[in-house]
């Protein structure tokens, strides 16, 4: 079984057979990751952003008035 996994992909990197190669697959492993990661970092800027905006409010422990 695992022969024939490799010679599969060997078709596939050598053009014989439609798929994706080995280069394309850890570009988009790499692409997900980094999706998944941005996608964390926008989730705590909205959460801060939130926060941050009930300290504004009007009689939210404001000292102005």
């Given at each position: ?44 800027l909205r959460r801060a952003a939130a926060y941050l905006s009930q300290g504004n409010l ?8």
């Amino acid at each position: 079984m695992t022969l024939h996994k490799w010679l599969r992909q060997a078709d596939v990197e050598d053009g014989v057979k439609s798929g994706v190669s080995s280069d394309a697959a850890a570009e988009l492993r790499e692409l997900k990751r980094r999706n998944r990661l941005l996608e964390q970092e926008n989730e705590v800027l909205r959460r801060a952003a939130a926060y941050l905006s009930q300290g504004n409010l009007p009689g939210k422990g404001s000292t102005r008035s």
